[in-house]
Structure formats: C-alpha cells, structure tokens
C-alpha cells in the first residue's frame, strides 16, 4: 500500500528556527513542494538541506550536546557543530588527526560512526574503517576520544582489528567490496553493534571463526558483550551470522529489539528482527556438485536445481532468523535504516524507515508485535537520490546523507 506524504510549504526562517538545535546555515538550500493536505494520520514534513558538496557521506551521529558528527568515505570524521562550523578531526591529509592508515578503495573507506552511551563523562567516539596496519587489509572499528570543543582528537585505540576486507578483485567485482560498517549502541543494552559484509567470498558468512557477514555485539574495549549465545566454537563477539551485506541497523523503541537492513544481490534486500546466535541464513559457497565462478555463488544459484541463492535458506537453515520483510523480488540497495520515535511522527511513530541506494527512495514499514512487516509507505516528495544513513536526531527530526553529497533534515511539524 502506498500514500503520499505532504512536504509542507515553508521558508528558510521557519526551517532555520526549528533546526536550531543543530545550528543553521545561510547559503544552503531549502526545498519544498505545493502544499497539500496530508493523508489522515500521516506527518507533515518539511526537508531542508542541512550541507552540501560533502564527497560520499557515510554516517551521521549526534552528541548529547548537540553537535553532528559525520563520516566521508575517502575523508574520514567531522564534525558540524551546533554553530555550523565544520571541523575535520580524523582521517585523510587536512584532518585535525591523520589516519595514514585509512585507505579509500571501492565501497570501502571510512563508514559508521558511533557516540557512546556515556560520552558525557568519557568523550568516547567510534569509527569504522578500512585501515592497512594488518596484511591483508582488514576494516577496524576506532574508538577515539574528542577534545570539548571538537577540534580534535586524542587516544586511539583500535577495539576491532580483524573484520575482513575484500582485498582483491575476484569474478563478481573489485577490491573493497561488501565492507558492511554500520556502528551502533543499542539502546537499551549499552553495548556496540557492527554490521559486516560478505566480501564476495562464499564461505564467510556462515563460518563462525571470522567477522564477515556477522552483526557482532561488543562493549566499548571490543570485548565480546555477554549474551551473544554465539554457537559453540564460534567468535564471541558475534551476535548472528549467515548475513550478506549488513549496512542497516536499528532497535525497536518499545523493546530495544535490533533490527537489521541488508543489501541483497538482486532478487531482494531483507529486513531481520535479530535474536543473539541467530543465523541470517545466506550461504553462498557452492554446495557440492555445483561450481560458481570465484567460489561464490551470490549472484547465481548455490543449489544442484538452478535456484537463486536464497538470503534466507530456510530449507538448509529450518531454524534461521525469517525475515520481517523483503524486497518484492529484486534488491533495490537496502542500505540505512531507523525507527521513527515521538508524536510529531503520528501514525509513523514506531515505525522503521528503510533507505535505499538504487532504489532511491524511504520506505515507511510497518510491524507487528512479533516484529514482521504488516504494511509499507513510501516517503514522497522528497528527490530521488541515493540514501547512506538515516539517523533521528536529538530534536526528534530525520536526518539522511545522500551518495550525491548532501545531508538533508527531515522535519515533522507538530
Ligand atoms: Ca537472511
């Protein structure tokens, strides 16, 4: 089912007033549509273009302070402060701090960005990244502590190491591929979560000794969270397994419930309602009498019958993780998701938004109790572009960064 949402008609000194909890600039952009009268139940919104000419934003994180964290593929961390200037803290030549180490190759460089539950005492900020300190390349999750008044950044120290890093080029594409690097603190456990990718490698996602096409679940030194129930013999810090491309995750408000939004090879993305030592149910190594080019069945089918590799075998996986919601048969590029929280929302309120890189588009999903997809709305009257994040910010409003470079605020009207 499909709605139309209103983008209300506003000027640059409305929207300029309600983001002031994140500051606002003078030369940017405001966009709107003809008003019209929004569905019944539905939020009215207005958007506004927070920043502009950034080169591949990845992820956005806010301070309890106020100030809006960001990370470029290829630059690294910055910071907008709550006056609207912009700091570069950590990352390539021209940060505050440079990470020679970051190194920015097909879908990878620098990706999620975290804040931590306790960052009003500790300082503690997060990144992921591809870094070249280990052969083969691995990605890392950094924990860096931040100065008060965000011109810099002190005390690395590397809490993961050992994420696997797709470190040539195979069959089904280049180096850097299915890097995964959502970083998030669930809300009601106070431990990280990170998403990881599959690399293109067919064994990875179900082999429990490594990183690859896991959700991992650690605390704030990289140690393993308890109550991961990895199965026997596995890597403690993994939460699930059996994953292709993680780059989405959220956590239902009512229960603190992890939610995950996975990039699909083509015949569909998947959205998960994750449970500890869940498997996610991709696995596409070639089972036996089968062959796929590099030894990777993603794209093709894994299976003596010519059926595509399914993102969730539940013929070989009976007890696998369902998904809430998949993508109609194709993948549109699953990438970001958030749950929408607070009145303004109205009949959107508790519901997940899901954001989309070909499919350039925000879907609006509907759940059940049991966490399954009852329904979707399509975010409308907003430009087609390719969405990377999509975080609520402090003021209750939806932030999203587009692979065109803008970070845009989506504001709901009370
Ligand atoms: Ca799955």
């Not at 000027?11 to 994140?22: D, E, G, N, R, Y």
């Not at 052969?135 to 924990?143: G, L, Y």
């Not at 996975?262 to 015949?267: D, I, K």
Request: some cysteine.
């Amino acid at each position: 089912m499909k709605r139309s949402t209103t983008i209300a008609m506003t000027t640059l000194f409305a929207v300029c007033l309600i983001a002031a909890a994140v500051g606002c600039d003078r030369n940017r952009n405001v966009s709107s549509a003809e008003p019209a009268t929004p569905s019944a139940g539905e939020p009215v919104l207005s958007r506004t273009v927070l920043m502009s000419g950034l080169s591949n934003p990845w992820d956005i994180a806010f301070t309890p302070d106020g100030n809006l964290l960001f990370t470029e593929k290829c630059r690294g961390l910055s910071v907008r402060r709550a006056d609207g200037s912009v700091q570069r803290l950590f990352g390539a030549a021209g940060s505050a701090v440079a990470a020679d180490d970051l190194f920015c190759r097909g879908q990878s460089g620098m990706h999620g960005v975290a804040v931590d539950p306790d960052f009003a005492g500790n300082r503690f900020i997060y990144v992921y990244m591809a870094s070249k300190l280990n052969q083969p390349e691995t990605n890392r999750v950094v924990r860096l502590t931040v100065d008060e008044g965000y011109t810099t950044v002190v005390d690395r120290r590397d809490i993961v190491t050992d994420i696997p890093f797709k470190d040539r080029a195979n069959r089904w594409g280049g180096s850097g591929t299915h890097s995964g690097g959502r970083i998030r603190f669930g809300p009601s456990d106070g431990f990280l979560y990170v998403t990881t990718g599959d690399n293109h490698n067919g064994p990875l996602p179900q082999d429990l000794t490594r990183l690859g096409g896991k959700v991992l679940r650690i605390d704030r030194d990289g140690a393993a969270a308890p109550g991961n129930r990895t199965p026997a013999g596995g890597d403690p810090r993994i939460f699930t397994y059996g994953h292709r491309n993680v780059q989405g995750i959220a956590f239902r408000p009512d229960t603190g419930q992890p939610f995950s939004c996975e990039h699909g090879p083509g015949h569909n993305d998947e959205v998960t309602a994750l449970t500890a030592g869940g498997n996610s149910g991709w696995d596409p190594k070639p089972e036996p009498g089968v062959s796929c080019p590099s030894n990777y069945c993603g794209y093709i089918s894994n299976k003596p019958d010519g059926t595509p590799t399914p993102m969730t075998d539940l013929a070989k996986f009976p007890d696998a993780m369902p998904p809430s919601w998949n993508n109609k048969g194709e993948s549109d590029g699953m990438s970001p998701c958030t749950f929408l929280s607070g009145p303004n929302w109205k009949e959107w309120n508790g519901r997940l938004a899901v954001g989309f890189l070909r499919g350039e588009r925000i879907e609006i999903l509907q759940l059940d109790e049991a966490g399954m997809t009852t329904g979707n709305t399509t975010l409308s009257g907003i430009p087609s572009e390719r969405i990377r994040t999509l975080v609520q910010g402090p003021d209750g409003a939806l932030y999203l960064s587009t692979d065109g470079g803008e970070i845009w605020r989506l504001a709901a009207s009370p």
